[in-house]
C-alpha cells in the first residue's frame, strides 16, 4: 500500500472530510488530493503533519505490526483513532482527570 493511499483510507474510517482535513494540517485540498491518489509524493513536514492531524506519530503510520499491543489497548487505540480532533483533545483532558 502506498502512502496516499493509506492516509485515504484511515482519513475515511475517522470520517473526516479532505476538506476538513486540508484545515487542520494547513495543506492545500489539491496537494492533498494529489498526495492521496498517489500522484505526488508529500515533503516530510507535510507527510508529518497530515499523520500528526490523523492522530498517529510517524511510528505508528509505518508500522506493520500492533501484535506487541494488548488486545483491549489496540482496540482503544483503534477507537481513538475515529475520534475527530476535538474529540480526541477532550478525552485526553478526561483522562487526565481520571489519574488523579
Known sequence: MNVGQKIKEIREAQNISMNSLSKICEVSQANLSRIES???????????????ALGFT???????????LEPDLKRLLDTIRTLKPQQKQALQVFLEQMKK
Open 38 to 52: 498517489g500522484q505526488q509524493q508529500p515533503a516530510f513536514d507535510t507527510l508529518e503533519r497530515i499523520i500528526t
Open 58 to 68: 510517524l511510528v505508528e503510520f509505518f508500522s506493520t505490526d500492533n501484535s506487541e
